[in-house]
Structures are given as C-alpha cells and as structure tokens.
C-alpha cells in the first residue's frame, strides 16, 4: 500500500513536472521505441494467486486502457518495422511502441488476438514449439500451482519446503537463507525457477505431484495454443519468436542444452511456418554470455530482455523490453493512472528497483540502454554474426 502511494505521487509529480523526461534521458530511454510484454490475457483478472500467477495476467478490460492510452501517444509498429530500422538505422519519426506475448497462452488467442485486430495493432508473440498444441504446462505454472497447494497442507502439518528439497537430493545456493520465502508460492518458484536446470526442476515437480494433486479446472485456463492457432495469428500478420523450445531459462542449462534450445525452436518454427523466424525472448528475461552466443550461433537477428541490462557487442540481441500486467498502472486507490503507465514505458521505476541479474557481460549494474542511432552503429559492427 505505501509502495503504492509513492508510486502514484512520483507518477503525479514528474506529470505535472515533466520530470519523467528528465528521468527517461537518465536511463536512456527517451528516445528508445518502447517494446511492452505481456503473458495472459484473462477476461476476469483475480488476485487471490490459487489458480494463476497474478503478475502475468492482465484483464482484457485494463489490456485496452493500456492499448488505447498507448495509441494516443505511440505509433504501434511491429517488430519487424523495429528491427529493420535498429539494424539499418534511422530515427522515427514519432515515438513508437511495440507490443509482445510471452509463452503462447490460449487466452491471448481467445482475448488478445480480436482486440488487436479490432484495432489494427501489429503485435508479437514468443512460443515455445516443443508445448505448442501440448496438454503440457508450462513449468512455472506447474511448479506455481504445486507449491501453492503443498504450502496449504504443510502449514497445517509443520513442513517446510526446504526441508522437502533435501528430502529429495535437490540443493541450491540460498536455501537455508531464503526460508522467509518459503511461505508464499510465488517467491519460492522464483527461486527454484532461476536456481535449478529443467531436469532438476522437473524432478522437483515430479516429488511435489506425489504430494499434492492438481485440479483439472486448475489446469484448463493456463493451457497454450495449438498450431492452427498459432498460424491464424501469423497469417494475420503477427510476428511469432521463439522462447526456447521448452521455456528454458538458458543460463541454468549446459552449452549443448542451450543451443538444442535455442537452434531447435527456430528450426521447429520455420517448419511450422514456413517462414524465417529472426526474433527470440529470453524466457523471464535470464541471460548471460554464453546464452548470447548461443541465441547469435542459431541465427537470431533480434533478442529481448525483460531489464535495462545490454551487452554492448550484441545490442540486437539485448533489446529491453517492459513487462506490464493488471497491476502495473495502478495508483493507490486501485484505479488505472495514465501518469504512471508513462513512466512504466520510461523505466523510471527501474532507477529504484534495478535488476539484481549478474548478466555477466560488462558493464553488469549499470544502465546503458542506448537510442536508436547508437545501437544502429553497433549494427554494423554486428553485422557478420547478426546477418547470420
Ligand atoms: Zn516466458
Ligand atoms: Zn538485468
């Protein structure tokens, strides 16, 4: 709530200032496109966190306030207008905004995808091809809703989740320091997600199955597309990426597990389409160098991340991205704030909160995002590995 307030009084105060341009120029922003994510789209956003991850849900109500709003002061291009001319160069014209998906949910197929259309907005989506038309979860979302219901029965019961952890073989650095979080479903699959390779995370998944069931209605609403859904959006003229072939996180993974990832899903895509796919979004914005490379080494022109953090060798492939959901532009009573949604799209928050990511790649910690003429010099210095 106090969060909140400072929040909606900063917002106030740079409006009435003008003082989030000043703040823009000082992250770098200001003449950077603004590239928006977002992950569901839900028709009737709920905030009690047993079904869903409310940071990735976002109302198809609020999802057109922040569409219309974004209209009004962004020409909508589409990432393929985007890369062109961060590759090639040349300033727009007028600011502009791109909007993204991440992970293939269904519900933006069901909610997304007519409002977009409605509207004439070019947009992108981020798949992962090995579950596209799958009755599989994503893992997050497993491990999310597993740990919820794990949590319930164990409070009851005196158990602990790092106490299960060990239980079953599995130790990560921070475990015996980060028990406070371990009461709350999100934080603790943060940790796990971000600590943990697939294999490891599945084998997690698999003990807490034998624990806890999952309802079916549970499942239903965070089921992904099928193909033909997939292709329909393309036909009509969305960009598909890749997001790994199985939602990796790349820097957890071996070298060989991350260029399966990262070349298969571009290969499974094309083949599906019939179509080069140039764009990758590095699943929850993780990524190091040796993710850099691999994502370069199978042919991607274009990668986005989820911070302000960018590899000066490869700006293409480290392009910042906003992430937005129901709650990111709201002021302290709980009502949609245009003030802050511009400062969302300004990064002006990022200047408190930073990414605590050690991305590996020099100068980590700093913010170096650069405009459109700058990253169009690192272009050309890119150009043998990006024109890959
Ligand atoms: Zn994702
Ligand atoms: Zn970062």
Known sequence: MFRNVIKSGTAWALERT?????????????????????????????????NAIPAMCISRQMLERHLDWIGRRFRFISLEELGARMQWGGRFDAPVAVVTFDDGYRDVYENAFPLLKK????????????????????????????????FARWKAEGRTLPRFLLNHGVWLPG????????????????????????????????????????????????????????LEMHRAGMTIGSHTRTHALLPNESRQRMEAEAAGSRVELERHLGAPVRHFAYPCGRFDKAAIDAIADAGYRYA??????????????TISRKLLW????????????????????????????RCQQNHGCPPAGAMVYRDIPSLSAFAGRDSTRLAA
């Open 18 to 50: 003008n003082g989030h341009h000043w703040i823009a120029t000082l992250t770098g922003s200001a003449k950077a496109p603004a590239v928006i994510g977002y992950h569901r789209v839900v028709e009737r956003y709920t905030p009690d966190g047993w």
């Open 304 to 317: 986005y991340t989820t911070c302000l953090h960018h590899d000066q060798n490869y700006p293409l492939l």
């Open 326 to 353: 129901e709650n990111s532009c709201l002021d302290s009573r709980g009502v949609f704030s245009a003030p802050i949604l511009s400062c969302q799209l300004k990064w002006v928050y990022d200047l408190v909160v």
């Open 175 to 230: 475990l015996d320091r980060m028990a406070r979080v371990f009461s709350d479903p999100f934080p603790a699959m943060q940790f796990l997600l971000n600590g943990l390779p697939q294999s490891e995370l599945y084998r997690v998944i698999r003990a807490l199955q034998r624990e806890v069931e999952l309802e079916e209605e549970a499942l239903e609403p965070l089921r992904l597309m099928d193909w033909d859904m997939v």
């Open 119 to 150: 509207k004439g907005i070019p947009a992108a989506m981020f798949v992962c091809p090995g579950l596209v038309g799958t009755r599989r979860l994503l893992p997050h979302d497993e491990l999310y809703l597993l740990l919820a219901r794990a």
